[in-house]
């Protein structure tokens, strides 16, 4: 089992910029496709990005498409999301998530990823 720590959420101003890491240890890194998912107060939790597990791979929602961007260090354990363009519809916890399986393919559905952290509160007024 892979532990999972978000960091880098905060208020911002509509417009403005936030980006968001996320440490993994306790199992190798490499080898497993990450993602980004977040929820809204009395909503899902729904996708928001995922990298492959080479990093050559990456998969947006439309909602974000443009404005975010996730990437990843593998000699540091640590995947990222660049997000600009914030606008209070983003507003959330930001959940980041480890496949279940190494040398999974790329993927939107929450199912397939088994670790996932404690989250960190994004909230972007207008």
Known sequence: Q??????G?????AGGSLRLSCAASGRTFSGYA???FRQAPGKEREFVAAISWSGKSTYYADSVKGRFTISRDNAKNTVYLQMNSL?????AVYYCAAHRSRWGAVTDARADFGSWGQGTQVTVSS
């Open 9 to 13: 959420g905060g208020l911002v101003q």
């Open 87 to 91: 606008n209070p519809e983003d507003t």
């Open 2 to 7: 892979v532990q999972l720590v978000e960091s």
């Open 34 to 36: 990450m993602a980004w």
